[in-house]
């Protein structure tokens, strides 16, 4: 089955430019140009990424974001202009994966999309080589990095991308305490110039979808009051 890609833009050049290059590798693509039709989509439809402008037609991206993110993991790269650094801060705020600024080479779109489209998806694996998986497991919490699965109290949780990775990178230094810069370094592969927030809000709906599930998963992740965040291990 091939993966399906939706690309929103209201350019029509933006739009083909991405389609024929994405195409090229045996992705199937959806378009849309106006903001309210792609939350449409994005929730009635089970996309493998997202491509998302901020500047659209009858709701913005940032606000498309926001409102699939509501209801949905799907990853989702933001398509930003030169000079949009508060949007593209806003944008990993409310959940966005990734970002590309715009005028972008093509092949940099069909990178960036393999990359997150690989680390949002289990990878397949036979049960009788299951001991050799990569496993990180707790008390109340298992990460399973082979098949990108997060088990809280024996229950799945559904996370995005970049959930997943700041949970999976605090989880394989216990009782290591990471301030905010190193973790924007880290996990977002970005520095945002001391605007910090992207982690806080992530490491808030990191602790809200674990405890959902398990309250114990979710005080895994401590606050250090002044420094930043470690995954504690309680005795």
Known sequence: MKEKILIVDDEDRIRKLARMYLER??????????????LDMALKNDFHCILLDIMLPSMDGLEVCRRIREE???PIVMLTAKGEENNRVEGFEIGADDYIVKPFSPREVVLRVKAIIRRSQPTMFLEQDQHTKDLI????????????????DNKEVNL????????LFLAKSPDKVFDRESLLKEVWHYEFYGDLRTVDTHVKRLREKLNKVSSKAADMIHTVWGVGYKFEVKE
């Open 72 to 74: 949905k993991s799907t």
């Open 25 to 38: 590798e045996g992705y199937e693509i959806f378009e849309a140009n106006d903001g309210a039709v792609a």
């Open 160 to 167: 995005t991308p970049k959930e997943y990775e700041l949970l």
């Open 137 to 152: 497991v707790f008390d109340s919490l298992v990460i399973d990095n082979d098949a990108h699965r997060v088990m809280a």
